[in-house]
Nanobody
Framework: QVQLVESGGDLVQPGGSLRLSCVASGFTLEYYSVHWFRQAPGKEHEGVSCIERSDGSTYYADSVKGRFAISRDNAKNTVYLQMNSLKPEDTAVYYC????????????WGRGTQVTVSS
């Protein structure tokens, strides 16, 4: 079955860290650029980060730059999002999605994982 599955979301205190995983099954994730998006309650989807399939270049939203890091482990068919110095405004459902390039439209999406930052 072709799918993306996110995991790693949790309740964490402000200043804490989480690592999200996006695992692909049924296809080789290495052949795609991978986006992380998030959606907070009552808000639209926001692009958080992306890693290119071609050269591994990475991109970040200004709101997470310097705090989040995207990476991929092709042997595990997985892309990660390391999130440090978390803030309450990072609370959202986080989704990964494939694309042909980071500036391109997306294709397959996962179902998301909930991240809650609260004391």
């Amino acid at each position: 079955q072709v799918q993306l599955v996110e995991s790693g979301g949790d309740l964490v205190q402000p200043g804490g860290s989480l690592r999200l995983s996006c695992v692909a099954s049924g296809f080789t994730l290495e052949y795609y650029s991978v986006h992380w998006f998030r959606q907070a309650p009552g808000k639209e989807h926001e692009g958080v980060s992306c890693i290119e399939r071609s050269d591994g270049s990475t991109y970040y939203a200004d709101s997470v730059k310097g705090r989040f890091a995207i990476s991929r482990d092709n042997a595990k068919n997985t892309v990660y999002l390391q999130m440090n110095s978390l803030k309450p405004e990072d609370t959202a459902v986080y989704y990964c999605a494939t694309g042909q390039a980071c500036g391109d439209s997306t294709g397959l999406w996962g179902r998301g994982t909930q991240v809650t930052v609260s004391s």
